[in-house]
């Protein structure tokens, strides 16, 4: 079982900036895909970024394109996440998330945006953004 924790989250100005950073257990972490998921009060767990295994791929919503950056160091077993330009929008209970099926592989370095492909699943932290 692989055990995540996420910190970084706070309130901040409107176009101010926050960084997240996602701890995760266990010895086969590089070989995970790793994403952010955020969920705001009465709506959806909705899609943000992910990271493939090797860092080499990414991935966005539209909403954070240009905005967010996605990141790891799979030496420190964590991933980040970079906020710049904060809206009132981005307010929400952030979640980092974890898909192990990939297995370290080039031929397969990549991530998904589904919520359904990751097995595991931080506390989350939240974030607030004022206008």
């Known amino acids: 079982q692989v055990q995540l924790v996420e910190s970084g989250g706070g309130l901040v100005q409107a176009g101010g900036s926050l960084r997240l950073a996602c701890a995760a257990s266990?010895?086969?972490?590089?070989?995970?895909?790793m994403g952010w998921f955020r969920q705001a009060p009465g709506k959806e767990r909705e899609f943000v970024a992910a990271?493939?295994?090797?860092?080499?791929?990414?991935y966005s919503a539209d909403s954070v394109k240009g905005r967010f950056t996605i990141s790891r160091d799979n030496a420190k077993n964590t991933m980040y996440l970079q906020m710049n330009s904060l809206k009132p929008e981005d307010t929400a209970v952030y979640y980092c998330?974890?898909?192990?099926?990939?297995?370290?592989?080039?031929?397969?370095?990549?991530?998904?945006?589904?919520?359904?492909?990751?097995?595991?699943w931080g506390q989350g932290t939240q974030v607030t953004v004022s206008s």
């Open positions: 990271i493939s295994w090797s860092g080499g791929n990414t």
């Open positions: 266990g010895r086969t972490f590089s070989s995970y895909a």
């Open positions: 998330a974890a898909d192990p099926s990939y297995g370290s592989s080039w031929l397969n370095d990549r991530a998904s945006r589904a919520r359904s492909d990751y097995d595991y």
